[in-house]
């Protein structure tokens, strides 16, 4: 192997302006790198995520309630594997092909890296706990990114869940993550400046404005869950807040509430309507330093998808996804699955 | 279902500015949809891609070579389930919300979705033909985009192949795809964009200028194999003309034969260094309309994902990729496979 204790990086391209994250500490040997084969998720009896055994994981950042014991029922850790290290300095490095000075960029791979446990009991599904348990998970995101958002470096927090193996979970325990990175992502600068775009045009936030019957599944005091309209795969379901909101760190605990049991209410739907499929959720929200013009169009929300197809060459190739669902269908048939009470 | 007869459409909207093309012709019914469980691929026996079986697909465009009858070595035919559609007008529809006018977007789904077979014979992969093989098959891909090319409303063609049921092929018997859109789509914009502000800052294509020996693989007369700088993905490969072309139907018989022997040299390496894994290739090309500044700077080329890891969360939300491996690394294994001749 090449480098041993190499620090991840971050690089760009000149070519695809696309940033990527590379972690050679997360690596098998270059060498011993083969296909996947199917294997199955780690079993209860050996889960690190499982109540008794805490010690078996990377350091804890903070659980819930603050002063339980064995009784706790969320905790936020460190993620054993980070694909970014708190420890390197973030500094644009020196571009290693000096030969080659083609305009491509490398930083050091700074960046926080979380995993949240979402139950202390390895079959609980996030779906299972209540609507109060998942406002909870909710609320303990909003802890985090807030002690994340005082590092001056960090530009973005992106929550992620992959919920079974072929939406990315290596843990079959159920969990969250999050990311702090020292960049804007692309795509979080593409949907920057397609609502500004749409702000310029008409003076509104163009997710303010998303009020087709059509697409709607189901609404809560505080929150909105459609189908997109340009929803790029199937049966993907976006939940909006009503109130016009930039960070999703600036929700309450009423709220959190009240999108705990929205969020209960779609993964149900989408476990009841399409088998159990394996998802991930992503909640949008903006950059940490907005100016106030910024703050007028962006709104975060939270992205729901169903993994029921495989993106291929053409996606890959171009970004143009193919959607064999139209989703006024999606939204109809989401909004008429019965979820047992 | 909703709309059992409905014709496919291409949507943007005002928030991610992302083009999606919704095909309900290729869908189950939206009820029936469910996650998908690993099937097997079709066997030898039904396969409608081996020879002898030409009258259960969709028509054919033309064959290699042209008058040949049960001897042809090629066949590009009409998908049977294509995603767009060759006999709808190129047209913006108007928007189906009028109650939101919110800078959402519909095309109609005018385009052409085209399948390259690639041998006559079942169990025969594309780099198990010879170098002069793998050439016709690029020269059909040539011929079949210099047809496409011909009609005004199509802005982009994209040539991709999908290799295995996990990289999304749907047919094992081996083929590639052409599909000819309306549109110039994002992630073609991107480079442009970015291949464009390389070159206004120093007056040099980004692509001429790659030359590093710490990513080189391989090399032939008329093209060289990299692992890019910025790879999104364990050991991606990009084949690069030598010659600066905006175009990859420019190409001649002479260079269509010396990049069947690269390919065929860096697809055997996959194989034989990965394990056979899945893998999807994209030909990156030009819109077909551009500008004479805008042919100083854009340069075609080959793009090779074999399939090892799992694009989660924190990919699908940001556009950042997470990549294990670091590419001088991955270089370096690929440098050193030894393909038996």
Redesign the interface.
């Known amino acids: ?3 041993p204790a ?1 620090n991840p ?1 971050i ?14 500490a ?3 040997r ?2 011993d ?4 084969t ?1 294997t199955n998720s780690n079993q209860n009896q050996e889960c690190p995520f499982c109540v008794g055994h805490e010690h078996e994981c990377a350091p804890e950042i903070f659980r819930v309630p603050p002063d339980s014991t064995s009784d706790w029922t969320i905790r936020v850790i460190e993620n054993l594997y980070p ?1 970014l290290s708190r420890d390197l300095e973030p500094t644009l490095l020196q571009n ?2 000096p ?6 960029l490398v930083l050091s791979g700074f960046g926080f890296h979380d995993v949240v446990i979402e139950s202390p009991f390895h079959p609980v599904h996030l779906y299972d706990l209540s609507a109060e348990g998942v406002g909870d998970v909710i609320l303990a995101y909003k802890k985090r990114i807030e002690q994340l958002a005082l590092h001056q470096s960090i530009k ?1 927090i ?1 929550v ?3 919920h079974g ?5 290596s843990m079959s325990h159920s969990h969250s ?1 999050i ?1 702090a ?1 020292p ?1 804007i ?4 600068s ?2 920057l ?3 500004k ?2 702000f310029e ?2 003076g509104k936030c ?2 303010c ?7 709607l599944i189901d609404e809560s005091t505080h929150f909105i869950s459609i189908v ?5 795969f ?2 993907e379901i976006w939940i909006i807040p009503r109130d016009h909101s930039s960070h999703f760190h600036e929700i309450d605990s009423e709220k959190a509430l009240d999108l705990g049991g929205l969020l209960k209410l779609m993964l149900r739907k989408i476990s009841l ?6 998802f ?5 929200t903006s950059p940490l330093q907005l100016s106030n013009s910024q703050l007028s169009y962006t709104h975060w929300y939270l ?1 729901i ?10 996606e ?15 939204a ?2 989401l909004r008429e699955v019965k979820v047992p009470m």
Chains 1, 2 share one sequence.
Not at 11 to 24: C, Q
Not at 185 to 188: E, K
């Open positions: 192997m090449a480098s190499r990086e690089r760009k391209d000149a070519v695809t302006s696309r940033w990527v994250i590379f972690s050679p997360r690596a098998r270059p060498s790198f083969k296909a996947k199917s694909a290693p092909n030969e080659s000075d083609c305009g491509d973005y992106q992620f869940k992959n193996a072929s939406a990315g979970a993550q990311m990175v960049i992502p692309p795509m979080v593409t949907r400046n397609s609502m775009e749409y045009q008409t163009s997710l404005e998303i009020r087709s019957k059509d697409l997109p309209f340009a929803a790029t199937p049966f309507q399409l088998n159990n499929p394996p991930n959720f992503m909640i949008h992205q998808i169903p993994q029921l197809t495989t993106v291929a060459g053409f890959i190739g171009t970004g143009c996804y193919i959607n064999p669902v139209l989703p006024e269908d999606a109809k048939v």
